[in-house]
């Protein structure tokens, strides 16, 4: 089983749907992260997290929240999805050390809006 | 200006030669710094990590840091067709989040 689990791995939706991206982790790590992948424009942070009761924006968070319900889980919604949400997501933990850019990947879920 | 800056490519070397990717980064206060290799509709994943000025050399990669230039480049010597991938460079900048450029494709042509 991967470490670092996404779902749905690939979801199609319209626009104005609330979408839930869903991260759990089995890693015990502290940190998690959420990023969005555009061709051309590489990963972008959205929310990243060091523990349930931290929570940080990233450079794109509007339109954007997020719940850590748990250590091990790190969720990403879209309210009312639009078309230029549509992009591959990537949950990713990480380490409570120096090495806090050793990153750990999930697979990635690809969202599309129409 | 972007916080972390790379050629997007592709770069195109042949099989056996020396490949060189480089990457700037903005905040001058960044300490750590990374090298993620990601194959095509695969996620990332890290290969090399560097926090001094220097070189730091794991088998066939040498990662090198420059920090009064703001620079930092990953070297492949004699690659290989399975090195064909897009290379991120990530800084950690800021509240220690983790800032990724946008990648540079590789491409080792047989």
């Known amino acids: 089983d991967a470490d670092v689990t996404q779902t749905p791995r690939n979801r199609i939706t319209k626009t104005g749907k609330r979408i839930m991206l869903e991260c759990s982790q089995t890693k015990g790590h502290d940190r998690m992260y959420w990023y969005r992948q555009d061709p051309g424009l590489g990963l972008r942070l959205i929310y990243y997290s060091f523990d349930v009761k931290d929570i940080n924006k990233g450079e794109i968070s509007d339109g954007y929240s997020v719940s850590r319900q748990a250590q091990a889980k790190f969720s990403l919604s879209l309210e009312s999805a639009i078309p230029n949400q549509t992009a591959l997501y990537f949950c990713?933990?990480?380490?409570?050390?120096?090495?806090?850019?050793?990153?750990?990947f999930g697979e990635g879920s690809r969202l599309t809006v129409l | 200006q972007k916080e972390v800056e790379q050629n997007s490519g592709p770069l195109s070397v042949p099989e056996g030669a020396i490949a060189s990717l480089n990457c700037t980064y903005s905040?001058?206060?960044?300490?750590?710094f990374f090298w993620y290799r990601q194959y095509s509709g695969k996620s990332p994943e890290l290969i090399m990590s560097i926090y001094s000025n220097g070189d730091k050399e794991d088998g066939r990669f040498t990662a090198q840091l420059n920090k009064a230039s703001q620079y930092v480049s990953l070297l492949i010597r004699d690659s290989q067709p399975s090195d064909s991938a897009t290379y991120l460079c990530a800084v950690i900048s800021g509240y220690q989040k983790v800032t990724f450029g946008t990648g540079t494709k590789l491409q080792v042509i047989p």
């Open positions: 905040d001058r206060v960044s300490q750590s």
């Open positions: 990713a933990t990480g380490r409570q050390t120096q090495n806090t850019g050793e990153l750990f």
